[in-house]
């Protein structure tokens, strides 16, 4: 069975910074994908970015260069850190898995874990 477990979340000042964390047990396929994903109060869960089995990234276009995902396959842990966060970027962040390529559609993605919380308020 898939798991896939976020950590890292938290409370930041405006300009802050985090790295969330995505551990995941359970996956043997060769190619796949990882996501991270955001749903803020009211709006529908967003494509973050995304990175595939070869390392190959995608982002969302609102992120402008401020977070970076990556892959530690010895760990089977996948990274998304967080950089220069706004007031916008408060949400539930969700990391997913799946087989084949990267989508931007959350409603192609076959394994999601829990979420964290990221809030950004002075």
């Known amino acids: 069975q898939v798991h896939l477990v976020e950590s890292g979340g938290g409370l930041v000042q405006p300009g802050g910074s985090l790295r969330l964390s995505c551990e995941i047990s359970?996956?043997?396929?060769?190619?796949?994908?990882i996501g991270w994903f955001r749903q803020a109060p009211g709006k529908e869960r967003a494509f973050v970015a995304g990175i595939s089995y070869i390392g190959q990234t995608l982002y969302g276009d609102f992120v402008k260069g401020r977070f970076t995902i990556n892959k530690d396959n010895a760990k089977n842990t996948v990274y998304l850190q967080l950089n220069n966060l706004n007031s916008e970027d408060t949400a539930v962040y969700y990391c997913?898995?799946?087989?084949?390529?990267?989508?931007?559609?959350?409603?192609?993605?076959?394994?999601w874990g829990q979420g964290t919380q990221v809030t950004v308020s002075s």
């Open positions: 997913a898995l799946r087989g084949g390529v990267i989508y931007f559609d959350a409603t192609l993605w076959e394994h």
């Open positions: 359970g996956f043997t396929a060769n190619v796949y994908a």
